[in-house]
């Protein structure tokens, strides 16, 4: 191939250097673009082919000129080639020495093609390359790998990551960058056990995404670190005494095995037997751990976790049974003849200290163990004259600066009834100070207590005596905290006995003591307790006597209203017996005690507790109204699920809380409708009669269809009423009905929703049309009653004359409701005006002799299928429409056109009429 490597981007071959023109723009095109074809093709390329498009895309740059950019084909031709020589990065990116070429050609920096080469890929694999060489060096190291070299290879971890989040490897690359990882995680012993490693994470602060540097080491590393710890243990156990590497190593191993677990969500039950095992073996080194300063240093300079309780074992506290019996025979000791050594009494309080640290912290020691400990002291306080005798003590304790404890005041020179009186008003003060003091601070000040009694006070300046006075007071201030729970009692027999003195026997009193007059505010707070009781009383007793008001068919209270009354009764017997009573107050006492509740508040807690009891009392009795209607909610719940009788319970229950007319109306309306589907229409008519005193516009449409059912059923439901008493009487109550729900003020109507009304439209306008159907006589249909009832609110008249009148004007108010339900939410009735239009439709075209025939089932059939198939559907709509359906309805219409017929062809015989008039008149009959 001849390439023109000698062309050098300051040359033109143009006649006029410098300025580009289109001809010369054009050929450097084809030559770009014939170069990167080239490129493209070549799998491999060679070097000349790359510096063949890269010389001819310096030629594109140089040839380019203001005439030539405005040419919008040729740039668009550029950008295209610009964009596929881009795409052929990775084939340039294998050549490192185009850098060489680019300084000898002087290539201006602006020309970005030359820098392709320095892309992305060229950058992963020279950071997977320094990765793998940093692996590759910790191989050499078969024991212990420098921290140098593993640093190494995580901080080339950290250069891949970086490149890796910039562009996405190839297949071939994830696969090695797999391997190398897994090489990395073999390291993680070397990793886990390197404290070093762990102050340069500190320091470079790497993202938390970086697993390589909090290694989460998968399952066989955990079993190397196990048997790494056990391999330390077991030197450090055949090393006795042990040395502190061997120490450190056994500690370090543990911190592996703990960094190891965090890799494991799931650990085998195997390992964990294995490592409790191997702790336990850890903790019987306790004390060679402890006795060792330089492993204490270590771990200040380690920043270890408080979590590693292993590293704690350089610290630790005696155990309470141990420092007891150090004590034990440090006392024993200083009590043999002759005279103590000032050793022997530095032991002595030394391993009282020891005692202290083993306890605090802890919970209430056991009743044995702390009559030991109170035991010694007393045996330690009898040595009282000889530790202060000795001056050395005086030196040691300046020396060693321990806490200001009773027991290091021994060696003070002062009078026995002033170091009492000092570690006296000292704890006082403590418990004082605390808020919730633990049990230890309680103690310390009955037994600072009980050796100021101890000491001869015979001899006491009279500002002891006052003192001792003043703390007294003080003390009997603390006896809620003293007396909280049982502890007091506990300690008495445990410790003293029956016999013990009057601060432990300590109580909290309600209002006040033998020692402690009562104040006038105390009375008045117990006053004002008695009264709310009274008062809470009372409205008990009206509650009460709601609760069981007899009610018919009902028990006079359920488990609900007996619950109740029980929590009321023993709220009230209570508050009265915590209030009058001293054993009621003893445990209002233990109750105050419980909740730390200071010494003044006895009696106001007794107020407050009074309080609650007459609230929860009127609460009660006043929300009686809101009970009565929880109950007829459930009621209306259980109708809707067909429980009638479980509803009808609940209506009674109702009852007894409803205190306005309204209310009762309003239940007496939903205890008739239950009546109703019962069958039970003399006790739904009583209940509707109910409702006419408040004046309830349904009750007074239910009573009317009430005496409308009563008189259908006495005719089996498709005879004609006789009883024109009824007639009227229904046709009053659905008049006035009518009447109200046209006349309804503002007031009242704003208190009624457009769907509550249109329903009621719907109501009166269906038993209109009742009232209409009982006084048809299907026998004779066309002959109105002598007694016709009519409606106020007149329809329009019969456009049909084969229709009978009563019939159309039934037919009319079912129309009229059904428009009614149209413009309802789905009801739970099926549709029954819908239903009661379809069957007077029915009764329309069996009365005019048709017989229409129906592809499927006629539409009155299935809208008494839909009607019984609800839940709580109506018995008597039901049987109305079945019975209508069901009986023989007579075509009368067509007998009566029949009669009319043969009535006029004999009145034609007769006359004969002309032969025009009879062709007139049998058109006439034609079209009629």
């Given at each position: 191939m001849d390439m023109k490597l000698n062309f050098h981007p300051g040359q033109h071959t143009s006649e006029n250097p410098g300025v580009g023109t289109k001809v010369d723009f054009e050929r450097s095109l084809k030559r770009y673009?014939?170069?990167?074809?080239?490129?493209?093709?070549?799998?491999?390329?060679?070097?000349?082919?790359i510096l063949e498009v890269f010389l001819a895309r310096?030629?594109?740059?140089?040839?380019?000129?203001?005439?030539?950019?405005?040419?919008?084909?040729?740039?668009?031709?550029?950008?295209e080639l610009d964009l596929r020589l881009k795409a052929q990065s990775d084939k340039l990116a294998e050549y490192e020495n185009l850098a060489e070429w680019k300084e000898n050609l002087n290539i201006p920096a602006a020309h970005w093609w030359w820098n392709l080469n320095n892309a992305q890929t060229s950058l992963l694999k020279q950071a997977l390359n320094a990765y793998q060489h940093a692996l590759s060096k910790t191989k050499q190291y078969p024991e212990r790998i420098p921290t140098e070299k593993l640093l190494d290879v995580l901080l080339s971890r950290d250069r891949l990551e970086e490149v890796l989040n910039e562009q996405k490897p190839e297949r071939s690359k994830i696969a090695e960058i797999i391997t190398l990882d897994e090489q990395l995680k073999a390291l993680g012993v070397a990793l886990t056990r390197d404290r070093r490693l762990e102050d340069w994470k500190h320091h470079l602060k790497p993202p938390n995404s970086s697993w390589w540097w909090d290694f989460t080491n998968p399952l066989p590393l955990l079993r190397q670190t196990i048997e790494q710890y056990e391999?330390?243990?077991?030197?450090?156990e055949s090393n006795q005494p042990p040395e502190c590497p061997q120490l450190l190593e056994m500690l370090q191993a543990r911190d592996a095995v703990e960094k190891a677990k965090?890799?494991?969500?799931?650990?085998?039950?195997?390992?964990?037997v294995t490592i409790i095992r191997l702790d336990n073996r850890l903790k019987k080194q306790a004390n060679a751990i402890a006795v060792s300063k330089m492993l204490t240093e270590w771990k200040q300079g380690l920043e270890i976790p408080s979590s590693y309780w292993w590293w704690e074992l350089t610290d630790p506290k005696p155990l309470p049974n141990q420092a007891i019996d150090r004590y034990e025979k440090a006392l024993v000791k200083l009590e043999e003849p002759p005279q103590p050594s000032s050793a022997e009494l530095l032991e002595v309080l030394l391993a009282r200290d020891a005692v202290e640290v083993a306890e605090s912290g802890q919970k209430q020691p056991p009743m044995e163990r702390l009559a030991k400990i109170i035991a010694l002291d007393d045996r330690l306080r009898k040595q009282a004259k000889v530790i202060a005798d000795d001056n050395l003590l005086d030196e040691w304790k300046a020396s060693l600066k321990p806490a200001d404890n009773w027991w290091w005041r021994l060696t003070d020179e002062r009078s026995p009834i002033e170091q009492a009186l000092e570690r006296y008003e000292k704890a006082l003060i403590a418990l004082e100070e605390t808020r919730n003091p633990a049990w230890d601070l309680v103690l310390e000040v009955l037994l600072a207590r009980d050796e100021v009694e101890e000491v001869d006070k015979t001899s006491a300046p009279e500002k002891s005596v006052r003192q001792i006075v003043e703390l007294d007071r003080r003390l009997k201030k603390q006896r809620f905290v003293i007396a909280r729970g049982n502890q007091l009692a506990a300690w008495r027999n445990s410790l003293k006995g029956e016999d013990a003195n009057w601060w432990w026997h300590l109580k909290p009193t309600l209002v006040g003591g033998d020692d402690e007059p009562v104040s006038l505010f105390d009375w008045v707070w117990t006053a004002a307790a008695v009264g709310f009781l009274g008062a809470a009383a009372a409205f008990m007793t009206t509650t009460t006597q709601t609760f069981f008001q007899q009610v018919e068919g009902v028990p006079a209270a359920d488990a609900l209203q007996n619950g109740a009354l029980i929590a009321q009764g023993a709220a009230l017997l209570a508050g009265a017996g915590g209030a009058l009573t001293k054993n009621g107050q003893k445990t209002i006492e233990?109750?105050?005690?419980?909740?730390?509740?200071?010494?003044?508040?006895?009696?106001r807690a007794a107020?407050?507790?009074?309080?609650?009891?007459?609230?929860?009392?009127?609460?009660?009795?006043?929300?009686?109204?809101?009970?009565g209607k929880w109950y007829q909610y459930r009621g209306n719940h259980l109708v809707r699920q067909g429980e009638l009788l479980q509803a009808l319970e609940n209506y009674r229950q109702a009852s007894k809380f409803l205190e306005t007319a309204e209310a009762e109306a309003e239940l007496s309306l939903a205890v008739g409708k239950v009546y109703e589907q019962l069958g039970q229409l003399d006790k739904a008519q009583i209940e509707y009669e109910k409702g006419l005193e408040a004046e309830n516009t349904e009750s007074i449409i239910r009573l009317g269809r009430v005496i409308l059912l009563q008189g259908l059923q006495q005719v089996n439901w498709t005879g004609k009423m006789e009883s024109v008493e009824q007639?009227?009487?229904?046709?009053?109550?659905?008049?006035?009905?009518?009447?109200r729900l046209r006349t309804l003020g503002e007031n009242e109507a704003n208190q009624i929703s457009v769907p509550a009304q249109r329903q009621l439209l719907k109501e009166v306008s269906l038993n209109y049309g009742l009232l209409y159907w009982a006084q048809v006589d299907f026998e004779s249909p066309y002959e109105e009653p002598e007694n016709l009832l009519i409606q106020s609110e007149q329809a329009s008249e019969n456009p049909d004359p084969r229709v009978p009148y009563l019939v159309f004007r039934a037919y009319e108010s079912f129309r009229r409701a059904a428009q009614y339900e149209e413009n309802l939410p789905a009801t739970a009735d099926g549709g029954k005006a819908k239903c009661y239009l379809e069957l007077a439709g029915y009764v329309q075209e069996k009365l005019?002799?048709?017989?229409?025939?129906?592809?499927?089932?006629?539409?009155?059939?299935?809208?008494?299928?839909?009607?019984?198939?609800?839940?709580?559907?109506?018995?008597?709509?039901g049987a109305l429409v079945w019975h209508t359906i069901n009986s023989d309805i007579p075509a009368i219409k067509a007998e009566i056109n029949e009669s009319e017929e043969q009535e006029n062809e004999d009145l034609a015989i007769t006359q004969l009429p002309e032969p025009a008039q009879v062709q007139v008149q049998a058109t006439e009959s034609a079209s009629e």
């Open positions: 673009a014939k170069a990167l074809s080239n490129l493209e093709k070549a799998l491999e390329p060679a070097l000349e082919e310096d030629e594109v740059e140089r040839d380019r000129t203001s005439e030539v950019e405005s040419k919008g084909n040729a740039i668009a031709k550029l950008i391999k330390a243990i077991a030197t450090v965090k890799g494991n969500s799931v650990l085998p039950i195997e390992d964990i233990n109750v105050l005690a419980s909740l730390r509740l200071p010494p003044q508040w006895n009696s107020f407050g507790f009074s309080c609650l009891v007459f609230l929860g009392a009127y609460s009660i009795n006043d929300n009686l109204p809101k009970l007639l009227r009487q229904a046709e009053i109550y659905l008049e006035l009905a009518w009447n005019n002799g048709q017989t229409r025939l129906y592809a499927h089932t006629p539409p009155y059939r299935a809208c008494y299928d839909r009607l019984i198939a609800q839940p709580g559907y109506d018995l008597y709509d």
